[in-house]
């Protein structure tokens, strides 16, 4: 059985004071509305946990209610950090779950093929994740002011979502995290404590995450709003 887990409880302080961004409308529909009807297309995934802020319950069961859903889904509120909030959704799985995709709510373009593909890579070597080749030349700077050195860009990858595992993987993977006290922003980087590979998944097409007001005439134009 595969589930999603959509993490939907950030604050998103980068889009501005008293903005919530998930529930921006571009191309006629919320952010997180768009990205909950990709998840929900998906023909191998069984169910779907959204994570989200506390006191923010109703907001997402009004539009369940109001869309045509066909996945079962449940609400789980979220922890102070984004590896807790990861941590309650695990927390909510249904016992059959062998396979999970943690997926930003922020990021509604990522295609079911990206999707499958995480899928099928995670289940043979326990962890896959969409990613893109970094194109632009990449320096390092020590100071914040002056460049310090020079990454050679043919061995680097931007990673995003869906991050997907054997669900006793990532378990074990974030368990480690917790019990180290360790702060992390991405799930990849908890299964660097076990040792645990990773596979990069390429997605060919774009599949941004929102964060600032800027992102959002070019998600538009992804959505199909013009």
């Given at each position: 059985?595969?589930?999603?887990?959509?993490?939907?409880?950030?604050k998103?302080?980068?889009?501005?004071?008293?903005?919530?961004?998930l529930?921006?409308?571009?191309a006629?529909?919320p952010?997180i509305?768009?990205?909950?009807?990709?998840?929900?297309?998906?023909?191998?995934?069984?169910?779907?946990?959204?994570v989200?802020?506390?006191?923010?319950?109703?907001?997402?069961?009004?539009?369940?209610?109001?869309?045509?859903?066909?996945?079962?889904?449940?609400?789980?509120?979220?922890?102070?950090?984004?590896?807790?909030?990861v941590?309650?959704?695990?927390?909510?799985?249904?016992p059959?779950?062998?396979?999970?995709a943690?997926?930003?709510?922020?990021?509604?373009?990522?295609?079911?093929?990206?999707?499958?593909?995480?899928?099928?890579?995670?289940?043979?070597?326990?962890?896959?994740v969409?990613?893109?080749?970094?194109?632009?030349?990449?320096?390092?700077?020590?100071?914040?002011?002056?460049i310090?050195?020079?990454?050679d860009?043919?061995?680097?990858?931007?990673?995003?979502?869906?991050?997907?595992?054997?669900?006793?993987?990532?378990?074990?993977?974030?368990?480690?995290?917790?019990?180290?006290?360790?702060?992390?922003?991405?799930?990849?980087?908890?299964?660097?404590?076990?040792?645990?590979?990773?596979?990069?998944?390429?997605?060919p097409?774009?599949?941004?995450?929102v964060?600032?007001?800027?992102?959002?005439?070019?998600?538009?134009?992804?959505?199909?709003?013009?």
């Open positions: 059985m595969v589930s999603v887990i959509i993490v939907a409880a950030g998103g302080v980068r889009m501005g004071p008293d903005v919530d961004k529930w921006l409308e571009v006629g529909r952010i509305e768009h990205t909950w009807r990709r998840v929900d297309a998906i023909s191998s995934v069984s169910e779907i946990i959204l989200v802020r506390d006191g923010m319950q109703t907001e997402f069961a009004n539009l369940a209610s109001q869309r045509p859903f066909a996945k079962p889904w449940r609400l789980v509120v979220g922890g102070k950090e984004r590896q807790d909030s941590w309650n959704g695990l927390e909510a799985l249904s059959q779950t062998e396979i999970v943690i997926q930003d709510a922020a990021r509604p373009c990522t295609t079911a093929e990206v999707f499958e593909a995480t899928i099928d890579d995670a289940r043979e070597t326990g962890a896959a969409a990613a893109q080749r970094v194109t632009d030349t990449v320096k390092e700077s020590g100071d914040g002011r002056t310090s050195g020079h990454l860009r043919s061995r680097l990858w931007a990673v995003q979502t869906p991050q997907t595992f054997r669900v006793e993987v990532i378990r074990r993977a974030l368990a480690e995290v917790r019990a180290r006290g360790l702060a992390i922003t991405d799930d990849t980087a908890a299964c660097e404590c076990i040792g645990q590979p990773v596979r990069l998944v390429e997605s097409a774009p599949n941004p995450k964060t600032t007001p800027a992102d959002l005439p070019y998600l538009k134009l992804l959505l199909g709003g013009g």
